[in-house]
């Protein structure tokens, strides 16, 4: 198996159903504005840009919570659903798919796309966060916290979920970044032997180091296709402030870029997600700074160099 797409296709997710801050649905718009296609031009891609996807409303009359606490369901399982096929879709014509976030809920979508084409991908999860809450484990009902749950199997069944399978395999996942997991999470964490590369094992080991033993776990040979799904809360929030759930003691600007530049070179990239760009949570500098931080990471996971 050796993916080598030569067209990268920029699935735009302006949705935000996954969490309760108005903004990150715009978090596209602001991406594709910046230039992001451009600049992956720049570096020899051919861009196919699907448009930025409209994804129905759902009223909330017609959308009460689960168990009265995960919020927006069917909202968040029917657009999970479609980017699912989307992003299956283009990773089936040997494109690229890049799908710009809009909140985590939708990697549920890009996962189970990515898997649908590559059964034995593995996923590389850049996060301040484990996003593995299951109904029983979340305390804020909100689903962008959850999509690594649903993707393995973990937790009670929901039928508004039905349409997920458990596509994603315990030891077929490995996190980078990790400094704020709830309770449950950690022991989802411990009891499903999941390897996760908190902060401090970034100070203890090195970034390099930390990329390495990530790899080493989930792709031992460098013969699996890679996800990459980066959540731009796994940068310290003075290097991405406008995003939804910031925790201080984050990566730097080049521990993140290492991160993309390191799984570029594996030339084993098949699909990447960059997710929560949130431009209504900061001033005019800051919002601007967090987009072209999101370009700058997507063009480093996709190939472009310091030298
Ligand atoms: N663990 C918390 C926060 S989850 C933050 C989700 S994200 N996608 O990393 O911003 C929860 O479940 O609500
Ligand atoms: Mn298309
Ligand atoms: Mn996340
Ligand atoms: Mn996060």
Known sequence: FLPNPKTI???????????PKLGVDKGPIHLVEAGLIEQLEEIGW???????????EIHAASDPPIKTLLKNPRLVSRVCESVASVVGGHAKNGQLPVTLGGDHSLAMGTVSGTLASYPDACVIWIDAHADINTSKTTESGNIHGMPVSFLLGLGENHPEFA???????????VYIGLRDIDTG???ILRENKIKAFSMHEVDKYGIGKVVEMALDHVNPNRDLPIH????VDALDPSVAPSTGTPVRGGLTFREGHYICEAIHETGLLVALDLMEVNPSLADPESVRQTVAVGCSLVRSALGETLL
């Open 9 to 19: 296709a920029i699935v735009g997710c302006p949705f935000s159903g996954g969490q």
């Open 46 to 56: 051919k861009v196919h840009f699907d448009g930025h996807h409209q994804f129905e």
């Open 163 to 173: 349409w997920i399978r458990p596509v994603l395999k315990p030891e077929r996942i």
């Open 185 to 187: 999470e950690r022991r």
């Open 228 to 231: 990459l799904s980066f959540d």
